[in-house]
């Protein structure tokens, strides 16, 4: 039951920015170009989710609570879905869904280029995240959702690309990024789960 | 001599609305009262009653509420176009010396002190000094301008400033034959300004901008006190600022304490940290783009979620009739 709740929880949590943000762009409460600031928001809540989601397992080998593992795909699914609706927000409010621009938009401007890659390659492990696929892709399964470690050098690379005038947000998301690479070069003592 | 063009965009004596009109009975009762509280209290002086709507009122400093009896109020309008709210006009600035964020220069500019206020005046010019603000100002008349405001990030606005012409100003202070730049310098004050105590920014401080002479001789090039009819805010450039409508917003330097004539094209800040995406010229040139957007469209804020409010940009803003012959023979797609 509590794990339950816990599952509920993060549920709830992941969602209301979301909403939160929809309800502030209608009360033209995210000032006078929402598009652009909901823009940003959806992409950087993607990057957090993406982060939150690679800190499971040390935070688990850590901590030894069967709750963390719980969440991945749940924060995995968040993350996909804050990137695809920061996709769809580039298109309606930079190109105006017009997607004729984006053929020149992709081939000249390196960091949409990363992104769209980023998405490319997320929309996969989102599909193959299901039970069902675990079974059928076997041993096949980890190898291929090892490409989120490939996901995040791309989402940094994009968020850095678009920097313009102070690096220190980025410098902290990179930081915790490479933090959590580091803690998976080195092994942990086996904790035992609990029960 | 007072040479008087008058562009084709400016509107006629014709089309001005009879004062009577313009101010409804419950304005004129609201300019009474403020009448009457500026006999009382001299900041508040008859030219400080809002003339736009939701304008957050402050006290005209003295060098400023005298010369508001005398403005030429709306010398140059935008038919058909809709004046930006001061609102978002004065809330969403980009003001790095306050912060990178859009919100930041209005949370944090209230604590720059912009009183008293010196202007360094020097390089190649007759009559080099450190003038008071007061003083620098003391000679113009004040004009209104409605210009378009266009950012390089493709967002635009439309905002009524109060200034006078730079021609003005540097025609007093006599450039020599040899001045063919003017250097400008935005204050450097890490004290109350907290996005220059940054240690991640990546602009060089002071923020320097620039214009070739005859650019900044154009009639159209003002130096702004004002906005919407009242001071500045500081997060807006207080208390002095440049305003170069047919040139992307990073031109119009904030908050100015240096003017100097040049013999040599300065190196300006953003050119300096990234020529690759911003050249000296800086003209609104919807077939130039940014390496990293298109420049050929630009939101006219506000623009809503679900209201987008996206408009073509028009070469030198619209200000092509005016402007275009500076550049003549000149390859925009090199000096852009």
Known sequence: ?195 | MLIQITPRSACRASEITAEATYLSRRRFLANTGLLLAGAALPGLAPGAAPRYEGVTPAAAPAWLAGKLPDTRWKATELPGETITPFRDASQYNNFYEFGPSKTDPAANAHQLPTEPWAVVIDGEVGKPGRYALEDLFSPFTLQERIYRMRCVEAWSMVIPWLGFPLAELLRRVEPNSKARYVRFETLKDPEHMPGMRSHFALLDWPYVEGLRLDEAMNPLTLLAVGMYGRVLPNQNGAPLRLVVPWKYGFKSIKSIVRISLLAEQPTTTWQGMAPQEYGFYANVNPNVDHPRWTQAQERRLPSGVFSPNIRKTLMFNGYAEEVASLYAGMDLRRHY
């Open chain 1, 1 to 195: 039951m509590g794990l339950l709740l816990w599952r509920i929880g993060v549920f709830l949590g992941a969602l209301g920015p979301l909403l939160y943000w929809v309800y502030q762009a209608e009360q033209m409460a995210l000032g006078p170009d929402p598009g652009k600031v909901l823009l940003e928001n959806l992409g950087q809540a993607a990057l957090i989710l993406l982060l939150l989601t690679l800190s499971l397992t040390p935070l688990q080998q850590l901590s030894g609570w069967r709750g963390w593992s719980l969440i991945r795909r749940q924060l995995g699914l968040w993350s996909f879905s804050y990137a695809s609706l920061h996709l769809l927000g580039y298109l309606a409010f930079v190109l105006g869904f017009d997607v004729s621009h984006l053929g020149t938009e992709l081939q000249e401007r390196p960091y949409i280029l990363l992104g769209v890659a980023a998405w490319l390659l997320l929309l996969p492990l989102a599909l193959t995240s299901n039970r069902f696929s675990m079974r059928r892709l076997g041993r096949y399964w980890k190898p291929l959702h090892r490409a989120v470690y490939l996901i995040l050098a791309l989402a940094l690379l994009h968020l850095l690309l678009i920097v313009r005038s102070n690096i220190g947000e980025w410098l902290l998301y990179a930081a915790i990024g490479l933090l959590l690479m580091l803690l998976r070069l080195r092994r942990f003592k086996p904790v035992r789960i609990r029960r």
